[in-house]
């Protein structure tokens, strides 16, 4: 049994304390393949079936190839930006909770626990059109890796870490793509199938109970509480450099929220296919 992210992120944040300051680029395609890669392993083969013959009308095979076509299409599609995140207030006004809060985050239902909720609907619907169906899917692919990503839901008043200006690696960027993408590349993890499988390996059966049960809504308060905690709360997040020990600090997370984006793609897919 593995340790816990809070108690790794003490340790490495005791790391952080020690490391000079030093050089972060932008859970981009990579993320979004890999914790696809994942998904699958957790696929009922009921479930295999149909996402099989929904993938066909595209000529499409896996989930990893379809899971980033929701960010390839966001020019197009303007109206779809707000399905991608939520912004919860790492500072909650008064009178209201630290988490998830339909009124106050979602207005319109323009965000992404809303957008899950309607794009599983439609995948539900045997007698909606395949092609609709798929584009469902495809989207519950891509946003509920999103909804993984703690920056994806949380706002402290910097449109999810976009205005912190950062140094990572050598190059400027800023805090939220450096959570979207910049730790795994800094990784070089090369061969990201065999890395998908590997964390697959790594959930325990515990793990993967825990983290399948709830609704998209504690799954947005998860990741809120990461960043609140963590990348709000226990490690730096000023403009100018990240330390060296960053990416090791920030590593066991990001494979943390891919294991848990894919446990629960899969269980939104079984669950509206089955």
């Known amino acids: 049994m593995r340790s816990g992210p809070t108690a790794c992120a003490a340790l490495c944040f005791a790391a952080l ?3 000079p300051s030093a050089p972060a680029l932008p859970w981009g ?42 960010d390839d299409i966001r ?33 319109n239902g323009a965000c992404v626990v809303a957008a899950i909720g309607r794009f599983e609907a439609v995948l539900r619907d045997q007698a909606a059109p395949p092609r609709q169906r798929l584009e469902a899917l495809k ?17 402290n008043g910097d449109r999810g870490g976009n205005d912190v200006h950062v140094e990572f690696e050598g190059r400027s960027t800023n805090l939220h793509a450096v959570w979207d993408s910049g730790i795994l590349a800094a990784m070089k993890i090369g061969d990201e ?6 964390l697959a390996q790594s ?6 109970a825990r983290w399948r049960s709830g609704t998209p809504a504690n799954w947005a308060t998860d990741s809120y509480g990461v960043a609140q905690r963590l990348i709000y709360g226990v ?36 669950g509206a296919l089955r």
Request: glycine letters at 2%; a negative charge.
């Open 29 to 70: 395609p990579e993320g979004h393949r890999i914790a696809a890669d994942i998904a699958e392993q957790y696929l009922e083969p009921a479930t295999a079936r149909q996402i099989h013959d929904l993938l066909a009308i595209e000529n499409a095979t896996t989930l990893a190839s379809v899971s980033t076509w929701a």
């Open 235 to 270: 490690w730096p997040h000023e403009p100018g450099p990240l330390p060296p020990s960053y990416v090791q600090a920030a590593i066991y997370i990001v494979d943390v929220q891919l294991e848990k984006a894919g446990v629960r793609i899969a269980a939104v897919l079984n």
């Open 75 to 107: 020019r197009q599609r303007p109206e779809t930006a707000p399905w991608h995140y939520v912004n919860i207030p790492i500072n909650p006004p008064a009178g209201t909770p630290p988490a998830y809060d339909a009124a106050r985050d979602c207005p």
């Open 139 to 155: 989207f519950l692919v891509h946003l509920v890796a999103d909804i993984n990503q703690p920056l994806h839901c949380a706002n």
């Open 193 to 198: 199938r065999a890395y998908a499988l590997s």
């Open 17 to 19: 304390l020690l490391a």
């Open 203 to 208: 959930i325990t059966p515990d793990e993967a």
